[in-house]
């Protein structure tokens, strides 16, 4: 598996402990420094089954900063794909990812259905 979370962010923290409690091995990458590239946003995207908004932060600063809220709805897939791999900040975190799943934020009921 996949853990892609942010290292000072309490949600990925909260779902680092939750893992390594149910001694799930996974590989740690963090957001910041190795930001998911537009390929792999696409292919998780594709796989999640998930509207594209719930790959944005919405919380976050540069979300706010950018006025993205008002800028998503014309935006295509593609645009906003390509968006997202440019600020790893851009995006909700953490993500979990094993093969064919995508979880994306920590919400314990999906991510027990996984392990």
């Given amino acids: 598996m996949l853990f892609i979370c942010y ?29 998911p590239t537009y390929e792999e946003l696409a292919d998780w995207h594709k796989k999640s089954g998930l509207p594209l908004k719930r790959f944005f932060n919405t ?3 540069l979300y706010k900063s950018l006025a993205l809220k008002d800028k998503l709805p014309t935006m295509s897939d593609e645009e906003q794909l390509r968006l997202l791999a440019t600020d790893g900040m851009l995006v909700k975190r ?21 392990l």
């Fill in 7 to 35: 290292p000072k962010c309490t949600t990925c923290q909260k779902a680092q402990k939750w893992l390594d409690g149910k001694g799930a091995k996974y590989e740690l990458r963090d957001i910041k420094t190795a930001n």
């Fill in 59 to 61: 919380s976050g600063l």
């Fill in 94 to 114: 953490p993500l979990l990812i094993d093969g064919d799943r995508v979880l994306v934020g920590f919400r314990e009921s999906e991510w027990s259905g996984l």
